[in-house]
C-alpha cells in the first residue's frame, strides 16, 4: 500500500468527530487555524486505515499509527493537509507554492542545487524536498544545507534524486497543483 491524499483540512467539526478526547484537548490549545489541521490530519489517517487507528509519536516526535503496521508521514499549511500511508517508510512535506523563500533559500540550498532548475517554484520545491528527506531519515541533527542533497531533477516526470549523508540515493516524487508544492518519498 502506497497512498497519498492531499486534500484541505476538513471543516472543524467534522475533524472534531473523529478526535480522541484526548486530541480534542490538546487542539483546544491551538489557534484555530492549527486546530482544524491538527485534527484534520488525523481524520484523514481514521477515513483511510480505520476509525480506531490510535495515532501516537515516536521518540522524535514523528506520527506514527500503533495498532497498523502502517507507515505514516503528513504535513499542513494553511489551506492544505497531506497524508502518505505506506506499507515502507515514507515522508511527505506540503508548502503553499506562493510562500516567498528567497530570503532563506541560502541557508538551505546549495550553488549547486541553485544551479538545477531556474523555475521559479525551484526554492520551494527544494525546501519541500529537504524536509521530507529529514523525515525520511528519522533522525535528530540533520542539517538541511549541509547534510540533505538534491542531485537531480526530471521536471517532466516530476521526479527528484535525493541523499541524506551517508546514504545511498533516493527517488522523490514532485507535484505541483492548485497552488502547492507537494513532495513525498515512497
Known amino acids: ?14 475533524a472534531e468527530r473523529s478526535a480522541t478526547p484526548d486530541e480534542l484537548a490538546v487542539a483546544r490549545e491551538f489557534p484555530p487555524a492549527r486546530r482544524r489541521e491538527f485534527l484534520a490530519w488525523r481524520a484523514v489517517v481514521r477515513r483511510e ?6 495515532i501516537g509519536y515516536d521518540a522524535l516526535g514523528a506520527p506514527v499509527i500503533a495498532n497498523y503496521p502502517i507507515c505514516l508521514s503528513v504535513s499542513h499549511c494553511s489551506g492544505r493537509v497531506a497524508v502518505a500511508l505506506s506499507d515502507v517508510r515514507c515522508a511527505v512535506d506540503i508548502e ?9 533559500a541560502s541557508r538551505y540550498m546549495t550553488a549547486g542545487e541553485r544551479s538545477l532548475s531556474d523555475d521559479p517554484l525551484w526554492p520551494g520545491i527544494v525546501w519541500c524536498a529537504k524536509e521530507a ?7 535528530p541533527g540533520l542539517e538541511l544545507l549541509h547534510d540533505l542533497r538534491i542531485e537531480r531533477t526530471d521536471p517532466v516526470s516530476g521526479r527528484l534524486t535525493g541523499r541524506i549523508v551517508g546514504e545511498v540515493p533516493l527517488e522523490l516524487g514532485v507535484r505541483c497543483e492548485e497552488g502547492f508544492i507537494v513532495v513525498s518519498i515512497f
Open 49 to 54: 486505515v480505520g476509525a480506531d487507528a490510535a
Open 1 to 14: 500500500m502506497r497512498r497519498l491524499v492531499i486534500e484541505p483540512p476538513a471543516p472543524l467539526d467534522e
Open 133 to 139: 528527506l529529514y523525515k525520511y531519515a528519522g533522525r
Open 96 to 104: 503553499s507554492a506562493g510562500r516567498d523563500f528567497g530570503r532563506v
